[in-house]
């Protein structure tokens, strides 16, 4: 079996539908029926079952997907490990990142990579919507999150950020032309929602101003870009980490400082069962430089 035909048969038991496999891979639907049919015939049973409503795996079809998928891994695993190889890197770490401001932990990023001139850090999106579930997962070792963070499997490093909350608003909210707000002035305002886990939400935003008027939470976002239509069409305002005036700057958005709110502290946070040395680096070196914010 070809490696691309073996690629192929995994994809479609994920998306389980043609042209969505053959998008995702950048191949013709035919060439996605040529190569089921192959191996198909090659095994001599069915390992699809397709009608016009649905595709569906046989219980052979599932059984090869379990055995092909660890192998298929271990493959492209060892091709990342030549290729790291070959450029003098003979380790990896992976780096969880619930923003895109990478750049704000260049600092931290040079000077491991000076003590560690042949581990590869490589960065990873993670998504508001399952914040620790890809650390959980092993798909990230070490992440930066904002704290607080209480998970009991879960260690919290240094910190290495500490930076001011914002407002955001639209270009024409009442909110814009002020010089600085306070949680008070934002009792009469919708509030995005959906930090999780429930103390984050109630960290960035409070359900209460200090005199106690409740704060009214609006839409819920599951990452940053989702905000800005809201925000753009004045649905609602948000408070968000002041990184945000620099890497989602527009013409239609404003970022108003807010005084009375405590900074925002960023630190390291990794899985206590799965701590490495290489991860135990991290953290040294995270303790070493200076945390920085705007």
Same mark, same amino acid.
């Given at each position: 079996?070809?490696?691309?035909?073996?690629?192929?048969?995994?994809?479609?038991?994920?998306?389980? #539908? !043609? +042209?969505?496999?053959?998008?995702?891979?950048?191949?013709?639907?035919?060439?996605?029926?040529?190569?089921? =049919? =192959?191996?198909?015939?090659?095994?001599?049973? $069915?390992?699809?079952?397709?009608?016009?409503?649905?595709?569906?795996?046989?219980?052979?079809?599932?059984?090869?997907?379990?055995?092909?998928?660890?192998?298929?891994?271990?493959? #492209?695993?060892?091709?990342?490990?030549?290729?790291?190889?070959?450029?003098? =890197?003979?380790?990896?770490?992976?780096?969880?990142?619930?923003?895109?401001?990478?750049?704000?932990?260049?600092?931290?990023?040079?000077?491991?990579?000076?003590?560690?001139?042949?581990?590869?850090?490589?960065?990873?999106?993670?998504? !508001? +919507?399952?914040?620790?579930?890809?650390?959980? $997962? +092993?798909?990230?070792?070490?992440?930066?999150?904002?704290?607080?963070?209480?998970?009991a499997d879960l260690t919290v490093g240094p910190v290495v950020r500490i930076e001011p909350v914002v407002l955001a608003v639209g270009a024409g909210h009442r909110l814009a032309r002020r010089e600085?707000?306070?949680?008070?002035?934002?009792?009469?305002?919708?509030?995005?929602?959906?930090? =999780?886990? +429930?103390?984050?939400s109630e960290a960035l935003t409070p359900s209460h101003t200090p005199s106690g008027r409740p704060l009214r939470v609006g839409p819920t976002v599951a990452t940053e870009t989702a905000m800005i239509?809201?925000?753009?069409?004045?649905?609602?305002?948000?408070?968000?980490?002041s990184h945000a005036s620099r890497y989602y700057a527009r013409a239609d958005l404003v970022y108003v400082p807010v005084h009375d709110a405590p900074p925002a502290r960023w630190a390291l946070l990794?899985?206590?069962?799965?701590?490495?040395?290489?991860?135990?680096?991290? $953290? #040294?070196?995270?303790?070493?430089?200076?945390?920085?914010?705007?």
């Amino acid at each position: 079996m070809e490696l691309r035909d073996v690629e192929i048969f995994l994809t479609l038991a994920e998306e389980l #539908h !043609f +042209g969505r496999t053959a998008e995702r891979l950048h191949v013709t639907p035919a060439r996605v029926s040529q190569a089921i =049919k =192959k191996q198909e015939r090659r095994i001599g049973t $069915a390992l699809f079952e397709r009608n016009s409503r649905a595709v569906t795996m046989t219980p052979i079809g599932r059984r090869l997907y379990t055995d092909l998928l660890p192998v298929y891994r271990g493959l #492209h695993e060892a091709v990342e490990r030549a290729i790291r190889s070959a450029g003098g =890197k003979t380790e990896v770490l992976r780096l969880g990142m619930l923003s895109s401001n990478v750049q704000d932990f260049r600092p931290l990023l040079d000077a491991f990579a000076a003590r560690h001139p042949t581990c590869d850090v490589q960065i990873r999106y993670v998504g !508001f +919507g399952d914040p620790f579930g890809p650390l959980r $997962a +092993g798909d990230v070792d070490v992440q930066i999150a904002w704290l607080p963070v209480e998970e009991a499997d879960l260690t919290v490093g240094p910190v290495v950020r500490i930076e001011p909350v914002v407002l955001a608003v639209g270009a024409g909210h009442r909110l814009a032309r002020r010089e600085t707000v306070s949680y008070e002035d934002l009792a009469d305002e919708v509030v995005i929602g959906g930090a =999780k886990p +429930g103390y984050w939400s109630e960290a960035l935003t409070p359900s209460h101003t200090p005199s106690g008027r409740p704060l009214r939470v609006g839409p819920t976002v599951a990452t940053e870009t989702a905000m800005i239509p809201i925000l753009s069409n004045g649905e609602a305002v948000a408070f968000v980490h002041s990184h945000a005036s620099r890497y989602y700057a527009r013409a239609d958005l404003v970022y108003v400082p807010v005084h009375d709110a405590p900074p925002a502290r960023w630190a390291l946070l990794w899985r206590t069962a799965t701590e490495t040395d290489l991860i135990r680096s991290f $953290a #040294h070196v995270g303790r070493l430089v200076e945390p920085s914010g705007s």
